[in-house]
């Protein structure tokens, strides 16, 4: 029965959330608690915009026996059947519950290998990449799970995550949050994302492409009286 399990998904309908908690912007990555708080306020010599780490979901407990002995359920699953998809998603997503990051990578990898291009499957694994501090890489799988999906919110919200927090690419963090907010202006995150993109322009300075965008659409539609 587990073989036909449906994996994890990242997004609306799982716990994804960007709330306010005492005025400082806290941007939730995915499923549990994987969050980032922009208020620095975990690291007491960090700047005041400086955000602070990204903790993985590990379960413990109860929680955790129950979560291995799925994980054996679906391995036993992938040691009869290696060309199992959805087995090896539901591995990766277990592992990722647990914090076992780069069992959760290993995992994904082969699902990808026998099916490519599920902008869900590729945005987890960036998050796994992202806590084995494999920026670059947790980069390219956001930047894949994009192309793979044109209206994809969550690899773009957590494009802009890894970009700002791990390599202080504030104007790539922009550019990608702006592409949030252009697919998902009214996603229940957006909002929060606002506040933090106004936060970022104003130490950037200068105007985003968002900004010049809608500048000239404005222009053309309100052109100036003829003389």
């Known amino acids: ?55 993985g979901g590990q379960q413990a407990g109860p929680d955790r026996v129950a979560l291995s002995r799925e994980i054996a359920q679906a391995e036993e699953i992938v040691r009869k059947d290696p060309q199992n998809y959805q087995a090896w998603v539901q591995i990766g ?7 076992e990051a780069q069992k959760s990578v290993d995992a994904y990898q082969r699902a990808l290998a026998i099916k490519d291009g599920d902008p869900n499957v590729l945005t987890d694994m960036g998050i796994m ?27 773009r919200m957590n494009l802009g995550v890894v970009l700002m927090h791990d390599l202080n690419d504030k104007p790539g963090a922009i550019a990608a949050w702006e592409e949030y907010l252009r697919v998902a202006p009214n996603d229940g995150n957006a909002e929060s994302i606002r506040r933090a993109l106004a936060e970022l ?27």
């Not at 007491?44 to 780490?53: L, V």
């Not at 990449?129 to 209206?151: C, I, N």
């Not at 965008?213 to 052109?223: D, F, I, M, S, V």
């Open 1 to 55: 029965m587990a073989a036909n399990q449906q994996p994890r998904k990242t997004g609306s309908d799982a716990q994804n959330k960007a709330i306010l908690v005492g005025g400082g912007f806290i941007a939730g990555l995915v499923v549990g608690v994987v969050i980032m708080n922009f208020t620095g306020s975990s690291g007491g010599s960090k700047a005041p915009d400086a955000p602070a780490p990204i903790t």
């Open 93 to 99: 997503n277990l592992y990722f519950d647990i914090g």
């Open 129 to 155: 990449y992202k806590q084995l501090r494999r920026f670059p890489e947790a980069v390219a799988a956001f930047r894949k799970a994009m192309a793979a999906s044109p209206t994809h919110p969550q690899s």
């Open 201 to 227: 322009k104003s130490q950037v300075g200068g105007d985003s492409e968002l900004d010049k965008a809608a500048r000239e659409l404005g222009a053309q539609a309100n052109p100036p009286a003829a003389r």
